[in-house]
């Protein structure tokens, strides 16, 4: 009766051990799958913006003529894809320019923006 005793007691023990341990390895996973996610939005996030400037310094900064409808239609829809406030206002600022001089300068925010956006 007495070793039946002891060996549920050590059972019992055994238990809580073991479900400390999987606990604490659930919590750990749990943590570095989070990290995990974070990256992969920034990855997207990164190559969404990086996508975006490409286009943008090809169809626009070295473009040698005037950029067509199609190629502003792409450009817009690139940057509404993008998700983010402040570059939405830096493009529209810059397609709503009247002059050359304030469309070079709100080129030269959005550049800036575009790569403060680029996160590691």
Known sequence: ???KKRVIEFVIVALIVSNAFFAYNYFNSYKELRNIKSLETKVELNTKVIDFTSMFIEKVLQAEKEV???T???LENAVRDLKDEEIM???????GSK???EAQNSVKKL???LIS???I
């Open 1 to 3: 009766m007495e070793t």
């Open 68 to 70: 067509d409808f199609e």
């Open 72 to 74: 502003r239609l792409s």
């Open 89 to 95: 206002n830096e493009w529209t600022t810059f397609i």
């Open 99 to 101: 002059t050359e001089q």
């Open 111 to 113: 550049l800036g923006i």
């Open 117 to 119: 956006k680029i996160q």
